[in-house]
């Protein structure tokens, strides 16, 4: 069974917004809230990559290339992770995934995003 199930993404102008989500219905709310979460991106012909995570006590953590632009949170109770995305740019065009790290382990099913010029 899909351990994290993800919406949003879409096709969107540069220097819009688009708001990632990622629900993860099969984890206990503890499990969830002490798990370390991330959002990764692969771009065509490049490596995946971490972009933002948020560790269980909150604190948060950047690629250079997204510090300032994107903002990492989570809805403990409603077990949603969540990446918003401001100041997109053509190179923020990618395949993201969201990924939980910590008693399960799992990647979510990945959503274009694309960012015309």
């Known amino acids: 069974q899909v351990l994290l199930v993800q919406s949003g993404g879409g096709l969107v102008q540069s220097g819009g917004s688009l708001r990632l989500s990622c629900a993860a219905p099969?984890?206990?709310?503890?499990?969830?809230?002490?798990?370390?979460m991330g959002w990764y991106r692969q771009a065509p012909g490049k490596d995946r990559e971490l972009v933002a995570s948020?560790?269980?006590?909150?604190?948060?953590d950047y690629s250079d290339s997204v510090r300032g632009r994107f903002t990492i949170s989570r809805n403990t109770s409603r077990k949603i992770l969540f990446l918003q995305m401001n100041g997109l740019k053509p190179e923020d065009t990618a395949v993201y995934y969201c990924?939980?790290?910590?008693?399960?382990?799992?990647w979510g099913q990945g959503t274009q995003v694309t960012v015309a010029a």
């Open positions: 990924h939980c790290q910590g008693r399960e382990t799992g």
């Open positions: 948020i560790r269980s006590g909150g604190t948060t």
């Open positions: 099969r984890l206990i709310t503890s499990t969830f809230s002490n798990s370390v």
